[in-house]
């Protein structure tokens, strides 16, 4: 069985038994064979490729006829295109109105394996639950990867009462799972910025407990514009924005160091805008959903939606996969596990039957397929919610 929940000790147990796979000393679970793969960390497609898995990771990546070891099936997918499983790099799965195992059910065969869940309305609620609710369903057997962000905006400012969440209760998370990632998007900039505003101590213990534990401070820069706010918002650390709704906004922002997320709604105004001012480097660049309801993803797609507006707004192919691949895995410093087809990561794929399009025929995730198009045949764990 795949390991679900990552934990340091058993990260050390199950790479010391993919070493014994890798060299053919230990048999595989499955030897994949497929036509190409995207490598996301050059970009390039690997042609004839085999890749063994073991217990739900990558074990070896080769040429076809490569791999020293026997594996108990082989299985082939002629025709069809590789690449990495998509992640979201910040998204409100709150947002959807579902439960995380249902979450799981519906973009999973839209070619999400792992999303970053900013959790701002369910810390609000029941602040000392969000681990458990955030990770219950992948401690069930569901294949997909939440990775939590605890609430930053709980309360919202200094003047909404309610639940409350500070740098002790920050540092408890980040203890108690490997799966959080950081700080959900600190949006409270008068507060950060202005010493007299009463949340500012808050804050910033907030963003202090984050970093003693070597995580993501993600950031929420709505309407900071000008270049003084936006290079101060830069110089706190704050990481990152999703808010830009312009290229000038998200070229300004990326210059001023920020991670630049962007979203659907203006998505293709900025992408064209940035490859006409000559961006070379998209590294620093990522496809994000924030919000987006159940019946949306129905109808138009999960961050596969936004791949496929990337293309469009005319990124190539490989860039575009990188946005949402190795781009937000390794912003927030989750590449040992996800943004790759690589040894030790997931074994997390989405099989195209036209890349140019990014039409999806399956999904695997955990080293197993979890759809056929966009029906889900994967896990559906119960989870006996209060």
């Not at 929940?5 to 014994?20: F, K, N, P, Q, S």
């Not at 004839?48 to 594996?71: C, E, H, K, N, Q």
């Not at 070597?214 to 290079?231: K, Q, T």
């Amino acid at each position: 069985p795949a390991t679900l929940e990552i934990t340091a000790a058993g990260e050390a147990a199950l790479r010391r038994e993919l070493i014994d796979v890798s060299l053919g000393r230990t048999p595989a679970d499955t030897l994949l064979r497929l036509d190409r793969l995207l490598d996301t960390h050059s970009g390039l497609w690997r042609p004839d490729v085999d890749l063994a898995i073991w217990r739900g990771r990558v074990a070896f990546v080769g040429p076809r006829g490569s791999y020293p070891g026997t594996a108990g099936q082989t299985i082939d997918r002629p025709g069809l295109s590789a690449v990495p499983g998509l992640g979201e790099v910040h998204k409100h799965i709150e947002s959807s109105h579902v439960t995380p195992e249902y979450e799981a059910a519906l973009v999973l065969p839209r070619g999400n394996t792992w999303t970053c869940e900013a959790s701002h309305e369910f810390s609000n609620v029941v602040p000392a639950r969000t681990l458990d609710f955030w990770l219950a369903a992948r401690r069930a057997g569901s294949p997909l990867k939440i990775f939590p962000l605890p609430g930053s905006a709980v309360p919202p400012t200094a003047w909404e009462h309610g639940a409350h969440l500070d740098g002790d209760d920050q540092s408890r998370f980040l203890a108690e799972s490997l799966m959080v990632a950081g700080l959900d998007e600190v949006m409270d900039w008068p507060a950060v910025r202005d010493a007299a505003n009463p949340a500012h101590p808050r804050l910033w213990s907030m963003i202090e407990a984050t970093w003693q534990a070597r995580a993501v401070v993600e950031g929420h820069a709505a309407g900071i514009r000008d270049l003084p706010n936006i290079n101060a918002f830069s110089a706190s650390g704050i990481a990152s924005d999703h808010e830009a709704w312009t290229a000038q906004e998200a070229f300004d922002k990326l210059q001023a160091g920020l991670f630049v997320e962007i979203r659907i709604h203006t998505g293709a105004e900025i992408i064209a805008g940035l490859l006409e001012r000559g961006l070379r480097d998209w590294s620093q660049v990522a496809l994000a959903t924030d919000d987006r309801p159940a019946a949306d993803v129905l109808d138009g797609g999960a961050t596969d939606r936004n791949v496929r507006m990337a293309i469009e707004a005319g990124l190539p192919v490989e860039t575009a996969v990188q946005l949402a691949t190795i781009n937000p895995a390794r912003h927030m410093r989750l590449t040992p596990w996800v943004g790759s087809v690589a040894p030790g990561r997931f074994a997390d794929l989405v099989l195209l039957s036209d890349a140019d399009r990014f039409r999806i025929a399956e999904v695997w995730a955990d080293g197993r397929q979890v759809s056929e198009g966009e029906r889900y045949i994967g896990p559906l764990p119960r989870i006996d919610w209060p």
